[in-house]
Structures are given as C-alpha cells and as structure tokens.
C-alpha cells in the first residue's frame, strides 16, 4: 500500500510539473509575440525557443519560433548567417509538419523559402504538397506558373544569343535546330504553366500577377512558332493579357485611392 501511495504522489508531482510547464510556455510565447510585434526578432526567437523547450507539443509555440526565424531570412542575401536563418526555419517548420502534416503555413513557408533561394525543383515540389492538401490556393498554382517562367526565361535568352537574335526581335528562331531542340523540351513545360496560371484566374479572377505572367509566357513561347503569322496571333493573345494585367491594376488603384480619401482603412487586396 505505502509503495502505490509513493507510486501515486509522484504522478501528481510529475503531473504538476507539466502543468506548470504548460503555462510557462505559454507566458514566454507572449513575451516573444510582443517581441515580434516590435521587430525584435532575435529576442522573439529565444522566447519561443524557450516556450518549445518547456512544452514540445505546444504547436503554436513551433510555428512561432519558425516565423521569427523566417522573418530574419533575407532573400537573395548570400551569407553563411542568411543561410543559418533559412535552415533555422526550415528546420522548424518540418518539426510543426511532423505534428501535423497538413498545416499549411509550414508547407508554403518552406515552398517560399526554396522559391526565394531558386531552388526550383524543391519549391515545385512543396507548392505541389499544398494544392494536395488546399486545391484552391490560387498563391500556390501562381507560384508553379512563376517557376516555369523563372526556368525557361533563361533558357530562352540564352537560345536567342545563339540565333543571333534579341529578345525585342519580332519573329520567331530562325535556326531550325535550336528551335526544334527549345521546342521539344520546353513547350509542354510552359503548357503546364499557362495552366497553372489558367487555374489561378479561375479561383481569383483579378490576380493580376498571374495576368502579367500569361503575357510573357504566351509572348515568349511565340519564338517557338513555325511561322511569322502563327507568332504574330500568339503575341496578339499576350497582348491582349497585357491590357487586362494594366486595367486591373488600374482598378485597384483606384478603388485603393478612393477608400483613402473618404478616410477609410485600405487593406492590400487578396490575390
């Protein structure tokens, strides 16, 4: 009977303790959500590190920890400092996904963080992970749409210096091999694009980034064609899409300017 009494008083102890735990990490992630809010993310970070270390089921406390070190990531910053932040958040982010698979800031955090490093592949890859898990996040079919274009842009311009052509020229590659090879291995790539970008306007009718992108990937695959004519309707489609990327954009700006002299609060519009 005495060894069950033991037995029993330290459960509650053990007990205690993790209640006690529990509410610490949840004052430290207060404290560094304030922190956050001022910008301090370096004191934000050891906060939720702190919270984490006292509550490792606690998922918000994660995503947290992971966002401040996803903040301090500088896109395009090339430094061993830069690449520590961007291992950081990554690191977390897949510890949140190992608690929950499904949770969608981590899967587009970690697409952005590959996407802000070219990591083309990767990025499609996780971009792919969340139409899985959201199929109407249009953000992640432009995302794929952008990719394709950031891939082949390249590839084009370098095929154009090697026809002896610029990218201004109005008329498709002349040098038939070139041509054939680009064509062969990047139009079903830039076809899949246009429809992920299809996709994109299909769940948000005014995003008018993917609008920009139907235009340069529609004008540029117009190299590809076989004819003069045939490129001249392919730069008149990517006009067309032009037009409607400046009216929409125009749109906006006006409703924003309009909100702003009635004194009203104007928020950024969702894509």
């Not at 102890?13 to 430290?28: D, H, I, V």
């Not at 996040?137 to 610029?166: C, H, N, T």
């Not at 994109?200 to 008018?208: M, N, R």
């Amino acid at each position: 009977m005495r060894k069950l009494t033991i037995i029993l008083a330290a459960v509650v102890m053990t007990l205690a303790a993790t209640g006690c735990n529990k509410l610490k990490s949840r004052s430290e992630v207060n404290d560094g959500v304030s922190a956050f809010k001022n910008a301090q993310y370096p004191q934000a970070v050891e906060h939720f590190k702190a919270a984490v270390d006292l509550d490792p089921t606690f998922l918000s406390a994660r995503e947290y920890l992971a966002v401040a070190y996803y903040q301090q990531y500088i896109p395009g910053a090339d430094s061993p400092e830069n690449k520590q932040m961007a291992d950081a958040a990554y690191d977390q982010f897949q510890k949140v996904l190992e608690q929950n698979p499904k949770d969608e800031l981590a899967i587009m955090s970690i697409a952005s963080l590959f996407l802000n490093q070219h990591k083309w592949d990767d990025a499609k890859q996780w971009f792919e992970k969340e139409i899985a898990v959201s199929p109407s996040k249009a953000d992640a079919y432009y995302s794929l749409g952008f990719i394709v274009w950031s891939r082949w842009y390249p590839e084009l311009g370098q095929a154009l210096l090697s026809a002896g052509m610029r990218p201004e020229d109005q008329f498709p590659i002349k040098d038939k091999k070139i041509k054939a090879a680009l064509k062969e291995k990047w139009e079903p790539v830039i076809n899949e694009g246009l429809k992920d970008l299809d996709k994109t306007l299909e769940i948000s009718p005014d995003y008018d980034d993917a609008m920009s992108y139907e235009n340069l990937l529609i004008r540029e695959r117009a190299f590809l064609a076989d004819t003069k004519e045939e490129y001249d309707q392919q730069v008149k489609i990517a006009d067309g899409w032009l037009d409607k990327t400046l009216a929409i954009k125009k749109q906006k700006e006006e409703k924003k300017a309009a909100k702003q002299a009635s004194g009203g609060i104007v928020a950024e519009p969702a894509k």
